[in-house]
């Protein structure tokens, strides 16, 4: 399966959550990997919505070395992170939030790629196996 | 629960506990499959608030997963009092309600 899905309203992060959690549920993870990986894609999908100016999310099932795993891309076209150490660092934050949101989200995952280019967007790629 | 609908409750609590007098706020979650980092600092928000208020918040109801999340999130509720069920969450409400009269006379 292989969808993506607009992030542009706090509306979308709650249909992308229903999403993810299918998903989760139909690869069979567990109920504690299931809410870890909506939690993180929860927390990436507020961040390309509030500072990405909106994104998208694409959720696919994937394979390795005989494992499977649910695959989730958030991106978006917003200015990008300027400095990425700094963004991953717990406490950090850019506004208001508790500035765990990437480092919170990257603990919650088995793998989490980020790439961001300064006027260009922020991309992440993060996957929990099961 | 969307954003504006967890921002929502934040006001309505706060406008409810100045209008009522409330001395106990009891929030049940036991439906809320995730909370993230948002939601989490909503739920510390309305505690704070309330306990300005002069309001008790226990929160009640967070599933075994979602507590393993949040902490692994990095978000451990250090100042939100919680109980597993709205039974338990109502005798810290009263029980506090009880000892402070008591302390009062």
């Known amino acids: ?53 909106g994104g998208s999310l694409r959720c696919e ?15 978006d076209e917003g200015p ?26 990257r603990r919650l995952v088995n793998e989490f790629h ?6 260009r967007g922020t991309t992440v790629v993060v996957t929990r196996w099961k | 629960m969307d954003d504006r609908i967890a921002l929502q409750l934040q006001e ?13 706020v009891l929030i049940d979650i036991s439906s809320l499959e995730i909370v993230d980092s ?3 600092r909503m739920i510390g928000n309305i505690s704070a608030m309330s306990q300005i208020l002069n309001a008790n ?19 451990t509720f250090a100042d939100v009092r919680t109980a597993l069920t709205v039974e338990r969450g109502m005798e810290i409400l009263t029980g506090v309600e009880d000892s402070e009269k008591v302390g009062d006379e």
């Open chain 1, 1 to 53: 399966m292989n969808d993506s899905l607009p992030l542009v309203s706090d509306r979308d992060i709650v249909l992308a959550r229903q999403e993810t959690r299918n998903l989760a549920r139909q690869l069979g993870l567990s109920i504690v990997d299931q809410t870890k990986i909506v939690t993180a894609m929860s927390e990436l999908a507020r961040n390309a919505v509030v500072h990405g100016g």
């Open chain 1, 61 to 75: 099932i994937v394979t390795s070395d005989g494992k499977q795993g649910l695959r989730l891309t958030v991106s």
């Open chain 1, 80 to 105: 990008g992170i300027a400095d990425l150490n700094l963004a991953m660092k717990d406490g950090w934050t850019s506004g208001s939030g508790l500035g765990i949101g990437l480092p919170g989200a």
């Open chain 1, 114 to 119: 980020i790439t961001s280019e300064r006027g």
């Open chain 2, 12 to 24: 309505d609590l706060t406008a409810l506990i100045e209008k009522t007098g409330a001395r106990g």
């Open chain 2, 38 to 40: 948002f939601i989490g």
């Open chain 2, 57 to 75: 918040t226990v929160i009640v109801g967070i599933q075994p997963s979602v507590a393993i999340t949040l902490v692994e999130l990095g978000i």
